[in-house]
Each structure stands twice: as structure tokens, then as C-alpha cells.
């Protein structure tokens, strides 16, 4: 993908991160209890970050000769995966769902690590 691509998914990510989280805040309150907001909570702040890790893995790539693709699918696929298994928990998706949420936060701490190396490899 274009760094013109990973802008704009980190874009859309974001949008969307903010919509969820206005849900989870209005929507939510009073359909689930509180313990079950806050795996929601978790789950918005994630997707959050990671839209801005997108962004700005975009305008890295921008200025930089270096491909850094795996970042940018590690980062929207774990954010997804992430996120997308605490929200489906909190909207009472089975418990074992649970179990492929650190599937995606596996592929957060690889895209960090690859955006890493891609960034200490510029020249």
C-alpha cells in the first residue's frame, strides 16, 4: 500500500475508533455492566493508537525510500483482531473469542518492532 494508503486507513481507523467509542459511552451504558465498558474502553483505545501509528507510518514512508508494508498490515490487522474480539465480547460473543485477542496484540508488538527496524534502516 501507498503511504497515501496508510494515511488514509489510519484516517478511517480513527473515524471510526471515535464512532465505537461514542457507542460504547451512549449506546452501551445502560445495555452492559461495567466491567464489560471497560473491555469495550480498552478495545476503542487500541484501535485509537494503532489509527495513529497508521498515520504516521504513512507520513514516515513519505520521506523515507523504505518499505514498511508488514508494519502497516500488522498494525490494521492486530488493531482489528484486537478490537474486534473485545467488542464482539463485550456484545456477548462467546468467552473463547477471548482466547484470539492476544493474536492481535502480537501483531501490534510486530508492527511497532518492524516500524522500528524500517526507521533505524533509513538512509
Known amino acids: 500500500m501507498s503511504a497515501r494508503g496508510w494515511i488514509a486507513a489510519g484516517a478511517v481507523s ?3 475508533g471515535v464512532a465505537l467509542g461514542a457507542f460504547g459511552a451512549h449506546g452501551l451504558r445502560d445495555r452492559v455492566g461495567p466491567a464489560e465498558l471497560e473491555i ?9 493508537l494503532h489509527a495513529v501509528a497508521l498515520v504516521l507510518l504513512g507520513l514516515f514512508l513519505q520521506r523515507s525510500e ?26 456477548g460473543a462467546p468467552r473463547w473469542l477471548g482466547a484470539v485477542t492476544p493474536i492481535g496484540g502480537v501483531l501490534m508488538i510486530a508492527g511497532w518492532l518492524a516500524f ?4 533505524l534502516r533509513d538512509r
Open 116 to 119: 522500528a527496524r524500517a526507521a
Open 66 to 91: 523504505r518499505r514498511a508494508s508488514f508494519a502497516g498490515w500488522a498494525f490494521l490487522l492486530g488493531s482489528a483482531i484486537f478490537a474486534g474480539t473485545l467488542y464482539g465480547l463485550t456484545l
Open 40 to 48: 469495550w474502553k480498552t478495545g476503542v483505545h487500541y484501535q485509537l
Open 14 to 16: 480513527a473515524a471510526l
